[in-house]
């Protein structure tokens, strides 16, 4: 057992409810960088599908911009579903493509990585964008955890949406209690899909509202996927996994899905260490 006076009252709480609920959520820890990658990706986004003009960051007043918002839920109105993954892609690219990308993205919520999972991190190479339009059953990710399917059980996923997300509009997680019982009878679902294990898990999941503005990080150790969005408007979100990178790896690798982004002096000099040698055995 971990001494808790060794962690900070904050951490302390960030920790218990992170493993009691198997979330947080929060507002970012970095406005100004949300606002920046949610321009980023509207410019994108307007540029693939040939949309002008692009809507100002930023009214008169200085907000942040809520014709962006505005332009990202109703892109239903501008791409149909066969054009969607090209679009996904296209964005992915135009992420990937800005230097800044990663570092912004982690500045969301670099407190609270620290606080649950360590202050030496490895993170994702590449943060993945999701789009679903309201009642498009293609792009969907039926119940899973991502440790079921090659990911070490150290990692979390931190979510985050560039539109309000609620409802179906939203991703669901099984809470902790209910999911140790679903491990149990997993085995029972072997010649079975998803859809028996969505059903099994229906009344105890619950859907994570996040607003424009919040973080969700979440346990990927955790049942979760979901649904056709059935609000009228559609979801963007982000999501990218981080671990502490002195942490088992499982399938997915440093140096290739994982890159190292908070090493500290003394884990660099040793891991450079080399022993003095050209001793006679
Ligand atoms: O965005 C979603 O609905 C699911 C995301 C997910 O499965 C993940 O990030 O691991
Ligand atoms: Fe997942």
Not at 37 to 61: F, N, Q, S, W, Y
Request: glycine share 8%; with cysteine; charged share 20%.
């Amino acid at each position: 057992m971990i001494d808790p006076e060794f962690l900070t009252a904050e951490e302390r709480a960030l920790s218990e409810r992170f493993i009691a609920q198997g979330y947080l959520i929060a507002p970012v820890e970095n406005r100004a960088s949300l606002d920046r990658i949610r321009a980023h990706v509207a410019a994108a986004a307007c540029e693939m599908l040939g949309i002008t003009p692009m809507p100002k960051d930023g009214g008169k007043d200085g907000s942040s911009g809520d014709g962006i918002g505005a332009l990202l839920d109703g892109i239903h109105g501008h791409v149909d579903p066969e054009r969607l993954n090209a679009l996904r892609l296209s964005v992915i690219g135009a992420m990937a493509a800005a230097p800044w990308f990663r570092a912004a993205y982690f500045s969301l919520a670099r407190q609270a990585l620290s606080a649950v999972i360590g202050n030496e991190l490895a993170m994702q190479r590449r943060v993945n964008l999701s789009i679903q339009l309201p009642g498009d059953a293609e792009s969907l990710l039926p119940v899973h955890a991502d440790v079921w399917s090659g990911d070490s059980p150290f990692e979390a996923v931190l979510w985050v949406p560039l539109v309000d997300c609620y409802g179906t509009k939203a991703m669901y997680l099984l809470p902790p209690v209910p999911n140790a019982h679903l491990s149990d009878r997993l085995h029972q679902f072997a010649e079975r899909g998803a859809e028996d294990i969505y059903r099994s898990i229906e009344p105890d999941i619950e859907w994570m509202t996040v607003p424009y503005g919040h973080y969700l990080l979440f346990n990927q150790n955790l049942a979760h996927g979901n649904r056709v969005n059935r609000e009228p408007e559609t979801r963007w979100s982000m999501n990218c996994r981080f671990k502490g990178v002195f942490t088992p790896y499982a399938d997915k690798k440093l140096g290739e899905f994982f890159e190292p982004i908070t090493l500290r002096a003394m884990s660099r000099l040793g891991m450079d260490y080399r022993l003095p040698g050209g001793f006679d055995e």
